[in-house]
């Protein structure tokens, strides 16, 4: 079945205490990407990447790394959460532009920094 | 810059009334046009789309149109059901090949 995979889908962690959430796809897609969704302001999106090896910013890429060492895989990286990163974090991907335009979501990871 | 604007919700209607749910963007040249719907505790997937002026783009009952003359592209059905109770995200992909989302309108149909 042709899905996104994110993990953890659920964690809570402490303030400063370094956290990756993995995400992976299987249809072999080029153009990978981070959002995050808050109450009110809807998807934002935090990095992206065209390729392996390509990343580029979002919107809100403060306090969040990422990393494109092969082509299915997309971790984001949290190095010292904070309390303002709490969110559900989507990860999504697509073919790159023109051949393809329409994003495919994992299911989300609900992320709570205390 | 681009933008998307949606209505805000929450919007309650009764099962079988007509939806129509409002969108307009803002952007240079002519962008391609998406909703996107997210199902309580999922992620999004693609409703429908349009590409170009004066396309119709349907699936599941809902259709929306592109409206170049008022730059809109509303989210309309005849006869709504309890499971279409969700999330509704308007979005645009521009010319520089990024895609762009509205904040989303929460739909509820009540029984």
């Known amino acids: 079945e042709a899905q996104v995979t994110q993990n953890p889908r659920y964690l809570i962690t402490v303030t400063g205490k370094k956290l990756t959430v993995t995400c992976s796809q299987n249809?072999?897609?080029?153009?990978m990407s981070w959002y995050r969704q808050d109450p009110g302001l809807g998807l934002r999106q935090i990095y992206y990447s065209m390729n392996v090896e390509v990343t580029d910013k979002g919107d809100v890429p403060e306090g969040y790394k990422v990393s494109r060492k092969e082509k299915r895989n997309f971790p984001l990286i949290l190095e010292s959460p904070s309390p303002n990163q709490t969110s559900l974090y989507f990860c999504?991907?697509?073919?790159?532009?023109?051949?393809?335009?329409?994003?495919?979501f994992g299911a989300g990871s609900r992320l709570t920094v205390l | 810059g681009n933008s998307v604007t949606q209505m805000e919700g929450p919007v309650t209607l009764s099962e079988e009334a007509f939806l129509t749910i409002n969108c307009t963007y803002t952007?240079?040249?002519?962008?391609?046009l998406f909703w996107y719907v997210q199902y309580p505790g999922e992620g999004l997937q693609l409703l429908l789309k349009a590409t170009k002026a004066d396309d119709k783009g349907s699936n599941k009952g809902f259709e929306a149109t592109y409206r170049k003359e008022t730059t809109s592209f509303h989210l309309e059905k005849g006869s709504v059901q309890v499971s279409d109770s969700a999330v509704y995200f308007c979005?645009?992909?521009?010319?520089?090949?990024?895609?762009?989302f509205g904040k989303g309108t929460r739909l509820h149909i009540l029984p």
């Open positions: 952007a240079t040249g002519y962008p391609s």
């Open positions: 249809m072999n897609h080029e153009y």
């Open positions: 999504a991907s697509s073919l790159v532009p023109p051949q393809g335009h329409v994003l495919t």
């Open positions: 979005a645009l992909l521009n010319r520089d090949d990024k895609i762009i």
